[in-house]
């Protein structure tokens, strides 16, 4: 059983930019892997619901933050007949009863109505495990196994539904963060910032975008691509890959390359020379490839 715990967690932020959510997330990986070992399933569930249900919210989460129409309908309604509410984490969204909660989630992403029935189950479930009802009901791991199996495939459903979501997402943080000077600290600021997974990241880098095609002939396209690679080159760390994926996607920034390019600084144009481009942006990130790797690279780039 314990093995369910990694393959939920895949599924889950990598990092909580406020350290104490963090601390609360070890808690339950360790609250579960303890209890397994204890045999005492009920509270192993519990654990184990909570972190299911911190996916459901981090990706109610993530369609709030792209300003979807449903989602924000439920906020609005809630905060009319709750004048406290607020909503600025994630996390706020568990003040909403939890199969409310999945219901909302789940028919915004077009779940069949049995589908949902089971889902709401789970509450159901995690109530017998949590409430003072002097009974334990699940004693075997065989009685608990079912749900937490049945909870995962919900998770792997609905990673597949939100595609089109981080496929925006990475769209507009490339449309919208180009002029900026992103170093690996940056990277993950943003990826903590919008709550990724492991499983996110590959999807996010599996993306064939329509950048890709564009000839590396002006300035916009030129920092688009250089923005994409230093997300690659650092979002691959966290992924399992049997290539380097950054070397893979290193040649889209020189199709259809020029000796020079106009940029803008301060207000005024002036060109700008591909190498010089190079040798700040990328050389820095091909310097930390393994030898083989780097000469490779430095083929695609044509440094000399």
Known sequence: MEDYIYEILEYLP????????????????????????????????IAFHMLYMTFIYKVKWLFKKQGDKTIEATLTDYRKRNC?????????????????????????????????????????????CCHASGK?????????????????????????????????LIGDFLSKNWEQNFIGGDIRNWL???????KDLGILISFELPLFKKKSDNAKVIYQKILYLKFVHEAQK??????????????????????????????????????????????PLVSNLMEEERKKAEAIIRIR
Do not use: W
Not at 136 to 165: A, G, H, T
Not at 192 to 198: A, D, G, H, I, P
């Open 14 to 45: 990598i990092r909580f930019i406020d350290d104490e959510t963090n601390e609360f997330f070890k808690y339950l990986e360790e609250t579960y892997i303890e209890n397994v070992k204890n045999r005492k399933y009920q509270i192993s569930f």
């Open 84 to 128: 406290s509410a607020i909503f600025n984490t994630l996390f706020d969204l568990s003040q909403f009863p939890e199969k409310i909660s999945l219901e909302k989630l789940l028919c915004r992403l077009r779940f069949h109505i049995n589908d949902i029935g089971i889902c709401k189950n789970h509450v159901d479930v995690r109530n017998n």
């Open 136 to 168: 334990i009901y699940y004693r075997k791991s065989s009685r608990v196994e079912p749900y937490i199996e049945e909870e995962i495939e919900v998770v792997e459903k609905i990673q597949k539904k939100i595609k089109p979501e981080l496929r925006k």
């Open 192 to 198: 903590e910032e919008n709550n990724l997974s492991r």
């Open 238 to 283: 966290y992924i399992e890959s049997d290539t380097n994926i950054f070397l893979e996607r290193l040649p889209i920034f020189m199709h259809g390359i020029t000796e020079e390019i106009k940029i803008s600084k301060e207000g005024e144009e002036k060109l700008e020379s591909i190498q010089k481009i190079v040798a700040e942006n990328l050389i």
